[in-house]
């Protein structure tokens, strides 16, 4: 009981919502094998600071949905191209071995241009690959390291992040998350923003 304490503490310092049940014998976990045996995976991606937020899955339409159609498109983060900070926060996987949790030893970041806010596709036109980079502590944060005139006003980019654990077992895939890259703060030209349903009431 006292070492389960220690080690739900430790899971709380290291931004681990729930902490599993561990096991030495990684041949249990169905997880693990899908990961590369990694004994974590990244999740919570953010760019500076700020999640993707999904289209809800159970939507209602609004009363005047005829009149204006809503998108299923997600709600992302508009972020400047030359200022873009990538995070995520790592979690165990079940059954995950003690001996993979203490840090880990390599991440990989895949950026890829995305056709709207409201999908992903594997095979989207690549706009910046990481690499493997080999670390001995996960980055507080990663700038991006991609070609930024490429990052034109409107675009949107779908990115996940690969890791591997201590024990350089691995990679455990993220699942995609998302960026807008809008106007710098110069090139604002807009006196008013609102959604298109919102405009005849603004016009009376």
Known sequence: AALSSVLSSAAEQMGFNHFPQFSSDTSKSTIGRQNGGSAMEAFDLTVNHMPTIPFPKEFEPPLDYERHP???????????????QLRFRLRPLIHAPLEGLRDI??????????AHSGSSNDNAALLWDSGKVDVTTMPRSIPYGGDTTTLTIGTVVQWKVLVWDAQKKGPAISPWAKFG????????????????ADYDTLKN
Not at 70 to 84: Q, Y
Not at 105 to 114: E, H, P
């Open 70 to 84: 809503v998108t299923a498109e997600d709600f992302l983060p508009l972020v400047i191209a030359s200022e873009v």
């Open 105 to 114: 030893s390599a991440y990989q970041i895949i950026c890829q241009r995305a």
């Open 181 to 196: 890259v809008g106007p710098r703060h110069d090139e604002w030209k807009a006196k008013w923003i609102t959604h298109r």
